[in-house]
């Protein structure tokens, strides 16, 4: 059968004839045609369904692969870095246990008191009063503040400051006021506040 005259008998197809109840009498030729045009669909639908989820699997595996390569980078440099992570965690417990140490205790602040007022004698101050305020407690640490009122020459004050800073224990400076009293000598009205490592509880 040559193509003439499949052109021929299509032509020649009457639609009536055409029936779901009549499928064993249609044309030989429409026959074919339905059965390749089941046969296209069925694939084109597989390809479509097939094709779909496999791009959406690849996107996520895409997604998830570049998500682990992130995770294996992030953890292999810190594999490879673990032992300079462990020195460097013994290194900041001995510094802290150094600053914990550099904190006061209740039992030292008489102490301090004392160290404070003789940096201040040393520098030619004359301490008018050491008042210790309120504590104020903090998440890791206790602040106790120290009002300090002193007179005296600029560089007095000046070398009361540094001495200060200087102390063993860690003591901060605050609140710096300089007034001018009668005579040729300032007064000055400073906080100091020193600091104890709250255990936890």
Known sequence: MDIQAIIEEI??????????????RWPLVVRILM?????V???ALYFYLGVSNSNALLERTIAQE???????ESRS???????????QRVELDERLQTL??????DT???GLLEDITET???????????????????????ELPISITASGGYHDFATFISGVSGLPRIVTLHDFEISRSGSSLLNLSITAKTYRYKEPE
């Open 11 to 24: 032509k020649s197809i009457d639609p009536t004839e055409i029936r779901l109840d009549n499928i064993g």
């Open 100 to 105: 914990i140490g550099q904190l006061p205790k």
């Open 108 to 110: 030292e602040v008489p």
């Open 41 to 43: 669909a069925v694939i």
């Open 120 to 142: 201040g004698l040393s520098s030619g101050l004359a301490i008018d009063s050491i008042q210790l305020q309120s504590e104020r407690s903090h998440d890791y640490y206790v």
């Open 35 to 39: 059965c390749i045009g089941a046969f």
């Open 77 to 87: 440099y810190e594999a490879a870095n673990l032992e300079a992570y462990r020195e």
């Open 66 to 72: 570049a998500e682990l390569r992130e995770t294996f």
